[in-house]
């Protein structure tokens, strides 16, 4: 038997993946236009406010990505981090303009809507949290 602390909420709630479809409709940056503290997850992705903390920060989750657009470049595995403005702006965006893969019929037709579409509106609830 362990006595193993359960992580709090702010941290549990950073854990949860987000698909890659969902993460792809984000438009990540490729990694040799960041600096290294967007690469390491200290500063945001997208408007390099930082120092993020885990309550200020949503969680990317660890990627692997070329080092540059070159196609024979090598993969490197990065940590991406976003301020909650900036989530917020991406997911609005992707869930206004539909582009998962569009028009989305389970997400017309159902509360629930497809794992694209729910990972965007989990983005988009977290970047409104305080």
């Keep these: 038997m362990t006595n193993r602390t359960p992580p709090s909420p702010?941290?549990?709630?950073?854990?949860?993946e987000v698909p890659a479809a969902a993460l792809?409709?984000?438009n990540?940056?490729?990694l040799d236009g960041l600096r290294d503290g967007q690469v390491r997850g200290r500063h945001c992705l997208?408007?390099?406010?930082?120092?993020?903390?885990?309550?200020?920060?949503?969680d990317l989750g660890e990627?692997?990505?070329?080092?540059?657009?070159?196609s024979d470049s090598s993969r490197?595995?990065?940590?991406?981090?976003?301020?909650?403005?900036?989530?917020?702006?991406?997911?609005y965006r992707a869930l206004l303009d539909h582009v998962h893969p569009g028009p989305c019929e389970p997400c017309e037709n159902a509360?629930?809507?497809?794992?694209?579409g729910r990972a965007l509106n989990r983005l988009l609830?977290?970047?409104?949290?305080r």
């Design 10 to 16: 702010a941290v549990a709630e950073g854990l949860r």
């Design 24 to 26: 792809e409709l984000l």
């Design 28 to 30: 990540l940056p490729l």
């Design 46 to 58: 997208w408007c390099r406010r930082g120092p993020l903390t885990s309550e200020t920060a949503i």
């Design 63 to 70: 990627q692997m990505s070329p080092l540059s657009s070159d």
């Design 76 to 91: 490197m595995r990065w940590y991406p981090r976003a301020c909650r403005r900036c989530i917020r702006t991406r997911a």
């Design 111 to 116: 509360a629930p809507g497809c794992e694209i």
């Design 125 to 129: 609830r977290e970047g409104r949290r």
